[in-house]
């Protein structure tokens, strides 16, 4: 079993820059894949990027050349840095883990991007 506990949220500018980060406790953290959504109010929680057991990501779209997604398995660490911030970013994101069909949740962090 996997517990994640996501922190490094908080209120910031547009245009400025966060790094949340996911600390996991469990056995075999390397060999999961870890992700990172985000729930904004009224709308359905979407996937924002992913990185493998091999290290390889993806991220979405709305995010793509802003958001940076990495993993420090030594550490049991999932982090995740958000540059260029808009307001649409606002949301909370929540990290994931997932081996075969088992998924873990975090508890969620809030990022509110304001001025």
């Known amino acids: 079993q996997v517990q994640l506990v996501e922190s490094g949220g908080g209120l910031v500018q547009p245009g400025g820059s966060l790094r949340v980060s996911c600390a996991a406790s469990g056995s075999a953290f390397s060999l999961y894949t870890m992700a990172w959504y985000r729930q904004a109010p009224g709308k359905q929680r979407e996937l924002v990027a992913t990185?493998?057991?091999?290290?390889?990501?993806n991220v979405a779209d709305s995010v793509k050349g802003r958001f940076t997604i990495s993993r420090d398995n030594a550490k049991k660490m999932v982090y995740l840095q958000m540059n260029s911030l808009k307001p649409e970013d606002t949301a909370v994101y929540y990290c994931?883990?997932?081996?075969?069909?088992?998924?873990?949740w975090g508890q969620g962090t809030q990022v509110t991007v304001s001025s």
């Open positions: 994931n883990a997932k081996r075969t069909s088992t998924s873990y």
């Open positions: 990185i493998s057991s091999s290290y390889i990501t």
